[in-house]
């Protein structure tokens, strides 16, 4: 109702998340405010078994808090994944031309994704979450440039 051109967004909280809550209040007299500021996560982990589930896990923001960089799908740095979700997500989102000029979303548009990448130190530092994510299948250990640039089938 408030932003529909987001709806097709992946989420972290699942489909079973309709707003129904907000529904149930304002029909019992509840007011709402600013309800046109949705906040979208930039960093949800896409299953490489389903990527195109719209259920995605939040990826922590420990994990770009440690030194962990985002780069794009030519393997460029984009951004400081030390700014706050809306200055990375704007960042994200900017990769698509209609978004970059106009910074509303089209939601028949493809979503970009992105990879975030940490060194070995920064792996270690966020090695709870690191275990937790390498577990669910959700992240890769790579040994060096050359093996992650042969994952995402671009030039070192």
């Known amino acids: 109702k408030y932003r529909p051109e987001l709806l097709k ?10 707003g129904d809550g907000i529904t149930l209040a304002t029909a019992l007299g509840a007011g709402t405010i600013d309800m046109d500021k949705v ?15 719209p259920s995605k896990t939040l990826a922590a923001e420990l994990m ?3 030194g962990g960089v985002l780069i794009n799908n030519d393997g460029k740095r984009f951004c400081n994944e030390l700014g706050t979700r809306a200055y990375v997500t ?6 698509d031309p209609h978004y970059a000029e106009n910074k509303v979303w089209d939601e028949s ?27 669910k299948g959700l992240l890769t250990r790579f040994e060096g440039v050359s093996a992650l640039a042969n994952w995402m089938d671009i030039n070192e």
Request: charged content about 20%.
């Open 9 to 18: 967004m992946p989420a972290t909280a699942g489909e079973f998340s309709t």
């Open 39 to 53: 906040q979208i996560h930039p960093t949800g982990w896409v299953d490489p078994n389903d990527p195109n589930n």
């Open 64 to 66: 770009r808090g440690v």
């Open 90 to 95: 704007d960042k994200m989102l900017s990769h």
């Open 109 to 135: 548009r493809d979503i970009p994704t992105f990879s975030l990448v940490l060194s070995s130190s920064a792996a270690e530092d966020g090695k709870k979450h690191v275990d937790h994510y390498t577990h």
